[in-house]
């Protein structure tokens, strides 16, 4: 969830704002000691908060990440290319073979198909690789204490706290995103207490060290938000040369039948067909692939809410089904890069003389700084942005 915000701007390195004041370290400590009463009115006994936040220190960066949303920023090519790319719908069918029996019963407790729980996985976490590093209690009550959002970030905190007191989940593991959201299929600590489950009956719910955990509960969260079994999230529609626009958008839920007579048919030609109620998505506008949503298809954005998330996910589930990319092409001369075509230009900024570290994919300052600066030598314009022109002018000898 609030995970792909931080592992994003990681893999896309955009600059983030930073606070006009630098704030204060030392009002840290006082304010982590002034919250003790409302944990224990949350259920935190006095002892136990102690305990476990003795050591804490303040994590001043994360206040940067505050204001960033990559979902919102990020060209949605862009976006979709590095989370829902071969490597991944490759690895996901990896997943599904190696957890089927899991999937199976967990798809038939909680009525949510296999694929799309998959690819809940994939995209929050690449499948367990990357869980983020910050520790929570010191995330959560940083962010308790400095910034914007300080009731709502304190209720996590004071949930992160009770997980660990309940032995759920040790403090050195609960590590993940800037946010507070962690474990495989990164939920926020008060998701966990809602709705995380102990599917291997080891009486501890543990979305880090156990995937059967992470899967039910993840299944659940789905089936909990109102996942209808056996409807489709939606599906890639063709639209009528001129059409009038007006009336999009997820929410705006019409039936299939007004749709029709505007002139829409599944991206085949073929009819529209499914749940008598749904919206139209353009996520890049007319001229790029539009969509037929249904309710599933909220469902999934009430995991993160920002449509480009939601799909993703949905579009990962179709891919690990046996579909294919969108017949659409998004309204850009300049398409975004895959994760192996990263490495690939990273490759080929260090064989120029670029010092950008670790090939890895994630774009960061150095990678964008080196970026720029072969943009200039090229005559492109100058942004920072890994494009399919910028790898190909840097292929050739």
């Not at 040369?241 to 039936?255: H, I, L, M, P, V």
Request: proline share 6%; net charge neutral.
């Amino acid at each position: 969830m609030k995970s792909t915000f931080a592992a994003l701007a990681a893999v896309f390195g955009l600059a983030t704002a930073h606070a006009a004041d630098a704030p204060d370290p030392a009002r840290f400590a006082p304010c982590v000691a002034g919250l003790k009463a409302d944990a224990a009115a949350r259920g935190i006994a006095g002892p136990s908060y102690d305990r476990l936040t003795a050591n804490l220190a303040p994590d001043l960066k994360v206040l940067d990440f505050l204001d960033y949303q990559p979902e919102f920023r990020t060209p949605i090519w862009d976006y979709l290319s590095g989370l829902v790319d071969d490597e991944r719908v490759a690895d996901g069918r990896a997943m599904q073979k190696q957890w089927a029996e899991v999937l199976a019963n967990v798809s038939a407790r909680y009525k949510v198909d296999p694929a799309t729980v998959v690819a809940v996985w994939g995209v929050e976490s690449n499948f367990g690789r990357n869980f983020g590093a910050r520790p929570l209690l010191t995330s959560l009550s940083t962010l308790s204490c400095y910034g914007r959002r300080q009731a709502y970030f304190r209720g996590e905190f004071f949930d992160a706290l009770k997980i660990v007191d309940s032995g759920d989940v040790k403090a050195e593991q609960l590590v993940g995103s800037w946010a507070g959201a962690f474990g495989h299929t990164q939920f926020m600590p008060s998701t966990f207490l809602r709705l995380a489950v102990d599917y291997d009956g080891d009486g501890r719910r543990d979305l880090v060290g156990s995937i059967p955990d992470a899967l039910a509960s993840t299944a659940n969260f789905l089936r909990k938000a109102g996942w209808r079994e056996g409807e489709p999230w939606g599906y890639e529609v063709r639209l009528p040369a001129g059409f009038d626009t007006s009336g999009a958008g997820r929410k705006n839920k019409q039936a299939l039948s007004s749709w029709a007579a505007r002139g829409i048919t599944r991206i085949d030609g073929s009819p529209l067909s499914g749940p008598d109620s749904a919206g139209l998505l353009l996520p890049a506008g007319p001229k790029g692939p539009a969509f037929i949503v249904f309710r599933n298809f909220d469902v999934i954005f009430g995991y993160n809410a920002a449509e480009s998330y939601a799909l993703a996910i949905a579009h990962l589930a179709d891919r690990l089904k046996g579909g294919g990319a969108f017949a659409t092409p998004w309204p850009t001369d300049d398409p975004g890069l895959s994760r192996a075509e990263r490495r690939e230009l990273q490759t080929l900024l260090i064989a120029k003389g670029y010092a950008i570290g670790t090939v890895d994919g994630m774009l960061g300052d150095a990678s964008r700084a080196a970026i720029r600066s072969e943009q200039q030598r090229l005559g492109h314009t100058v942004d920072g942005r890994a494009g399919q022109k910028l790898l190909a002018a840097l292929r050739k000898p």
